[in-house]
């Protein structure tokens, strides 16, 4: 269960608005304002360290705090006390650092505060940067989905969008960083991103041709895969191949 914690102004006002609040240990005796009225021979100032060059020493502290949470036990706004003394202000800092507040010595709230903070860091999920829609307007980058829109092959995408096949699958795998892609993503996922960051529209996306044509691995942009399957050929052939492969399609839809 994640804790919660008020506002300091609202903290405060739930103490001080309480009507309990003037019976309150802390406050002053009405015959001896020097010292509390909650307990007997505990200064007023038990609650407050005192401004010393050095501080005060820790034996001095422990008792004057000791006696401090003595008077806080039996006091009838301790709970509200406490709420006031770990709320936070406006800049996610403790109300008040130093003080006796509710039974907690300052030692104790600020422990307490960083256990806090550390279970609000581990709750809160770290999101990742939002995906930079304009850096992937360009006209190449969108030439290039919208051949994937309407093919499922790299060759046809290269030729679609009017750039070498080198070109298309090195675009292809910024593409997929870019829009926080796993490496193993393929059309279907790189294309409903594009629709959902409004980069091409739902209706230009198509289904692949049915024939059985040669498939390249598609964010990888130095392997070609040859035909049927074959052993992969090196990238300088691309343009002869890519060529060949391109003019054996034509030749093949032609005659469907």
Request: proline content about 7%; glycine content about 8%.
């Amino acid at each position: 269960m994640i804790e919660v914690r008020l506002d300091a102004v609202s903290a405060l006002r739930g103490l001080t608005d309480h009507p309990h609040y003037r019976y309150r240990g802390c406050a002053p005796d009405v015959d001896d304002p020097r010292m509390a009225a909650g307990g007997s021979g505990v200064s007023v100032d038990s609650w407050q360290a005192p401004d010393l060059d050095g501080g005060e020493a820790r034996e001095v502290r422990e008792a004057r705090e000791a006696a401090a949470v003595d008077v806080c036990v039996g006091c009838p706004v301790m709970v509200q006390c406490m709420a006031f003394g770990a709320s936070l202000t406006a800049d996610g800092k403790l109300a008040e650092p130093f003080s006796v507040l509710g039974g907690m010595t300052p030692l104790e709230r600020h422990k307490a505060f960083v256990e806090y903070k550390k279970k609000q860091a581990e709750a809160v999920p770290v999101e990742s940067e939002p995906i930079q829609v304009k850096e992937l307007r360009t006209p190449q980058k969108l030439a290039v989905l919208r051949g994937l829109a309407r093919f499922s092959d790299p060759v046809d995408v290269a030729d679609a969008a009017g750039l070498d096949l080198r070109t298309t699958k090195w675009q292809l795998s910024r593409m997929a960083g870019q829009m926080r892609l796993e490496k193993s993503a393929g059309r279907a996922e790189m294309l409903a991103v594009a629709v959902e960051l409004g980069l091409i529209a739902a209706s230009e996306v198509q289904k692949p041709h049915p024939l059985p044509v040669m498939q390249l691995a598609l964010f990888d942009a130095d392997v070609q895969l040859g035909p049927s399957g074959a052993a992969p050929v090196p990238a300088s052939s691309s343009a002869a191949s890519a060529v060949s492969f391109v003019s054996s399609r034509k030749r093949l839809e032609a005659a469907v």
